[in-house]
């Protein structure tokens, strides 16, 4: 083998190699999928893998995979490319895990950590969107939704404001309906707990005004911007007991 002939297929080699990896490094970039369109006090950003994390201001871009988090008296609202929204209550941590849409489908899932957010969902339909705690699998019906995980009693609370959800208990393999109106508490590995709402849930903390400005009218209650609930559905195991145990933060 000729020595120009070595040296032409070692060329041709490192170029491949070369290309190969401009590929992969260009395809690393941060897929950016909505903007934070209303900060109260404080709310943050982690990239993933970061250690550090980033104060959001209003208009600032939110990318797929940020954990999105905020402190004791932080609320933040997020609108996605699809319009859908969500509003980060007080001492909460959220990845925005997966999400996808190309102008009709696509998908969406989130992943709740510790605190609460509500969900009011987009233009994709319905069952394009599922959200995760670390005791249970939301999945959406065309639903406005609020979700708490109280890391203290490891429970997840999912209040349905509008629509319907269905919930699955980690550990278990039947799917749970909550409709507009009822309240569930999951622990994993036990059947939910469903019960009828309160008019005046205590976890509306999340609802407040200023976070859910610009949104639909129907969609923000009466005054004070807290929506109501629909009218209760019967409850599927009634209680006498409607404290959930959980107490949001001041």
Do not use: H, K
Request: hydrophobic residues 35%; contains cysteine.
């Amino acid at each position: 083998m000729s020595y120009q002939g070595s040296w032409g297929r070692l060329c041709l080699l490192l170029g491949g190699a070369a290309i190969a990896l401009a590929g992969l490094t260009g395809g690393t970039a941060a897929q950016g999928i909505g903007l934070a369109t209303d900060v109260d006090r404080t709310g943050y950003r982690s990239e993933a893998g970061a250690t550090t994390r980033t104060e959001i201001e209003e208009e600032d871009t939110v990318f797929l995979l940020d954990r999105i988090s905020t402190d004791g008296v932080g609320r933040l609202r997020l609108e996605l490319d699809d319009s859908s929204v969500l509003v980060v209550g007080p001492d909460s941590r959220l990845t925005l895990d997966e999400f996808v849409y190309d102008g009709g489908g696509g998908s969406f899932v989130g992943n709740l950590s510790v605190g609460g957010f509500r969900f009011l969902s987009g233009d994709m339909p319905s069952s394009s969107y599922r959200i995760e705690t670390p005791t249970a699998v939301v999945g959406l019906r065309g639903t406005d939704v609020i979700v708490i995980y109280d890391q203290r009693e490891r429970m997840t609370l999912v209040i349905v404001l509008a629509g319907q959800v269905w919930v699955l208990p980690l550990g278990l393999d039947e799917q749970t309906l909550v409709e507009a109106g009822q309240v569930a508490q999951v622990l994993a590995g036990f059947p939910p707990i469903i019960e009828a709402a309160g008019p005046t849930p205590r976890w509306s903390v999340i609802t407040t005004t200023d976070p859910l400005e610009g949104l639909p009218a129907d969609l923000q209650g009466g005054s004070g911007g807290t929506a109501s609930p629909a009218s209760p559905a019967p409850a599927s195991q009634p209680s006498t007991d409607t404290d959930t145990g959980y107490d949001p933060p001041d």
